[in-house]
């Protein structure tokens, strides 16, 4: 069967993330929406690995610019440690404590990043994160050398400015990837299951009614000038599976950088192709 070509707004797709998920079990003309919504809830996951991997990253850089640039009596300490907030972490305030780091948001404690006193790019070095709210849910970075890091995710909310927040949101089942760090991008290969649309139970259980499960070849982020933080590159493929009915089906997603700040979005879903 010849593939149709559905061009869509990328606004259209964006209507879309919270409302067709569903529709997978319809295979009325419309389903190829299943497809783009399965595809923007797979890459808000991704963008949170990728935002977590630069907050750590981030931290790495404030440790060495206050370390770099203390005068040995201490007396510029406090100037140096806010000029290194206003500059790697506006959004946010500091604390540590024995290694330990807290990073702080409108006066609650968001984020805990363990650095077991070591450098990040230092050969050993085992890095730990969580969000306060989760204590229990660790991703564990583990150098790898020459910028890149075992990465290993666990019952990650993708929501975690906000992880109080007990509406349905996006949850990383679990992740076992490869991260490269760069000068203003970070590059992700590897395995990721994704919960879309996912709720918490009062016992802390994460269920969702549906799963993607997904290999990643290579999905680039990149922050540019005008845009903080899109995939401007990417090739990976995940299933979908209905937890009621057990049905598979696959999606196929690549990605392609357009000028300097712009991108082309290919999802194959059904034997339709959606292009935005």
Not at 72 to 91: C, I, K, M, R, Y
Not at 169 to 180: G, K, M, P, Q, Y
Not at 257 to 276: A, L
Request: aromatic share 14%; charged share 20%; net charge negative.
């Amino acid at each position: 069967m010849t593939k149709r070509v559905i061009w869509i707004l990328f606004v259209a797709a964006t209507i879309l993330l919270w409302s067709c998920i569903d529709k997978y079990v319809d295979d009325g003309e419309r389903h190829y929406e299943t497809g783009v919504v399965a595809f923007n809830d797979y890459e808000v996951a991704l963008y949170d690995v990728a935002s977590l991997s630069g907050r750590v990253n981030d931290l790495n850089s404030f440790i060495e610019y206050v370390d770099e640039n203390t005068l040995a009596d201490g007396s510029n300490s406090l100037e140096v440690w806010q000029t290194a907030e206003n500059e790697f972490f506006p959004d946010y305030r500091l604390r540590e404590n024995s290694g330990e780091w807290y990073l702080a948001a409108n006066g609650d404690t968001i984020l805990v990043i363990d650095t077991k006193n070591t450098d990040f790019n230092s050969p050993g070095a085992q890095w730990e994160a969580y969000l306060w709210a989760y204590p229990s849910a660790v991703q564990n970075f583990d150098y790898l050398g020459e910028n890149s890091w075992s990465l290993t995710l666990n019952d990650l909310n993708t929501y975690y400015l906000n992880p109080y927040d007990y509406e349905p949101f996006i949850c990383i089942d679990e992740a076992r990837l490869t991260v490269n760090i760069c000068d203003g991008g970070i590059d992700l290969s590897g395995e990721m299951t994704v919960l879309p649309l996912s709720s918490v139970y009062s016992e802390g259980e994460v269920r969702s009614d549906f799963i993607l499960a997904g290999t990643i070849v290579k999905a680039v982020w990149e922050e540019t000038e005008y845009i903080r933080g899109i995939f401007t590159e990417a090739s990976y493929s995940f299933t979908i599976t209905d937890n009621s009915s057990g049905k598979t089906e696959p999606v196929s997603v690549s990605i392609t950088p357009v000028g300097d700040n712009g991108r082309t979005v290919e999802i194959i879903y059904k034997n339709d192709t959606v292009i935005q």
